[in-house]
Antibody
Framework: EVQLVESGGGLVQPGGSLRLSCAAS????????MSWVRQAPGKGLEWVAN????????YYVDSVKGRFTISRDNAKNSLYLQMNSLRAEDTAVYYC????????WGQGTLVTVSS | QSVLTQPPSASGTPGQRVTISCSGS????????VNWYQQLPGTAPKLLIY???QRPSGVPDRFSGSKSGTSASLAISGLQSEDEADYYC????????????FGGGTKLTVL
């Protein structure tokens, strides 16, 4: 059974940093593109970033370029999202998802950016 | 403002058939396949339809998808109360700086 479990969310002040993690199991992690998708409170889904199987290609939505970094550790079956210079508009539930157009999703982790 | 356009709401009575549309452009729906997701209240999205009209294992055949040109549709037949949820379409976009786009979501109410 495919499982994706996010962690690392929480309350952070504007300008602060946070690192999200996603532990994957139930499939061959190193064979799949992986993605982060977010959902602001009461709003729709927004793709944030994705990363190729070997980490050699990474893509980001314009609003996070230069602030967020997606990475992965295939030996640990883990996906990460380093978020710096956080803004109020980054407040959202962040989902880890398998493949570029997701087929499996984690349960999400809430990031709140507020003073 | 989402790149893919969906109606914000839809409704139907139990047993009815409802459709939800998703309108895009030549750079996304027009040249790539469409996925549909169901998001029940307070839960993560779940894949409902992939590659325009394919159902993952376990998804009832009451759910079907189609695509024509730059638009796609999700149809739900034999509507049930447990179908009340938010539905999203998604597609790859070939435009510069845009890779994956979602619709704004449609809230389906079962009356």
């Amino acid at each position: 059974e495919v499982q994706l479990v996010e962690s690392g969310g929480g309350l952070v002040q504007p300008g602060g940093s946070l690192r999200l993690s996603c532990a994957a199991s139930g499939f061959t992690f190193s064979s799949y593109w992986m993605s982060w998708v977010r959902q602001a409170p009461g709003k729709g889904l927004e793709w944030v970033a994705n990363i190729k199987q070997d980490g050699s290609e990474k893509y980001y939505v314009d609003s996070v370029k230069g602030r967020f970094t997606i990475s992965r550790d295939n030996a640990k079956n883990s996906l990460y999202l380093q978020m710096n210079s956080l803004r109020a508009e980054d407040t959202a539930v962040y989902y880890c998802a398998r493949t570029t157009i997701p087929d499996y999703w984690g349960q999400g982790t809430l990031v709140t950016v507020s003073s | 403002q989402s790149v893919l356009t969906q109606p914000p709401s839809a409704s139907g009575t139990p047993g009815q058939r409802v459709t939800i549309s998703c309108s895009g452009s030549s750079s996304n729906i027009g040249s790539n396949t469409v996925n549909w997701y169901q998001q029940l209240p307070g839960t993560a999205p779940k894949l409902l339809i992939y590659s325009n009209n394919q159902r993952p294992s376990g998804v009832p055949d009451r759910f079907s998808g189609s695509k024509s040109g730059t638009s796609a549709s999700l149809a739900i037949s034999g509507l049930q109360s447990e179908d009340e949820a938010d539905y999203y379409c998604a597609a790859w976009d070939d435009s510069l700086n845009v890779y994956v786009v979602f619709g704004g979501g449609t809230k389906l109410t079962v009356l």
